[in-house]
Antibody, heavy 121, light 107 residues
Framework: QVQLVESGGGVVQPGRSLRLSCAAS????????MHWVRQAPGRGLEWVAL????????FYADSVKGRFTISRDNSKNTLYLQMNSLRAEDTAVYYC??????????????WGQGTLVTVSS | EIVMTQSPATLSVSPGERATLSCRAS??????LAWYQQKPGQAPRLLIY???TRATGIPARFSGRGSGTEFTLTISSLQSEDFAVYYC?????????FGQGTKLEIK
């Protein structure tokens, strides 16, 4: 069945960088735009970024724009999130999420298990 | 940015009873609304989209309705596994936004 497996989380100091990965399987990854969504401890869900299926169109939340970069490698069925200039408020579980449909279906039927990013000195 | 407001923040209901959760958008999102269920330590699970279509495998006791700015999720007869946090999400405009969640707890 569909699997999304995130990795790359950890503890990082403010101002430093981290790269998250999401390995996808059991669906045509290269046909789907893919998203990152995060959840701060004890808080709600916050959409972070979207990358189109071919990698040409990117959308970001204002809170991460200019600091985070979403990318993908369709030959490896992998989604990435490069996070630079990290702040304490970026501390969260980061999920990659697959939309239900290939076109204009920006709600998510599969989520990874999440990877925790903690920004702390 | 469209702000999604859920009410109540916490809802206490007995098993077997009906629960109704509300979600309000700060501007019209048409029918572009989804509901998720999240249990502790787990990823969210898609329940409803469109805003009344149940996702695959979701029991018929879950139903959604509404359009524009007012939406509801109803669980007709609560089972023990339904006690969780529920989020609404609009996908009509960028950025995608979620409500702050309603915690459904056992009374």
């Amino acid at each position: 069945q569909v699997q999304l497996v995130e990795s790359g989380g950890g503890v990082v100091q403010p101002g430093r960088s981290l790269r998250l990965s999401c390995a996808a399987s059991a669906f045509p990854f290269s046909s789907y735009g893919m998203h990152w969504v995060r959840q701060a401890p004890g808080r709600g869900l916050e959409w972070v970024a979207l990358l189109s299926s071919d990698g040409t169109n990117k959308f970001y939340a204002d809170s991460v724009k200019g600091r985070f970069t979403i990318s993908r490698d369709n030959s490896k069925n992998t989604l990435y999130l490069q996070m630079n200039s990290l702040r304490a408020e970026d501390t969260a579980v980061y999920y990659c999420a697959k939309p239900l449909g290939m076109v204009r279906a920006y709600y998510f039927d599969y989520w990874g298990q999440g990877t925790l990013v903690t920004v702390s000195s | 940015e469209i702000v999604m407001t859920q009410s109540p923040a916490t809802l206490s209901v007995s098993p077997g009873e009906r629960a109704t959760l509300s979600c309000r958008a700060s501007q019209s999102v048409s029918s572009n609304l989804a509901w998720y269920q999240q249990k502790p330590g787990q990823a969210p699970r898609l329940l409803i989209y469109g805003p009344s279509t149940r996702a695959t495998g979701i029991p018929a006791r879950f139903s959604g309705r509404g359009s524009g700015t007012e939406f509801t999720l109803t669980i007709s007869s609560l089972q023990s596994e339904d006690f969780a946090v529920y989020y609404c999400q609009q996908y009509d405009n960028w950025p995608l936004t979620f409500g702050q969640g309603t915690k459904l707890e056992i009374k």
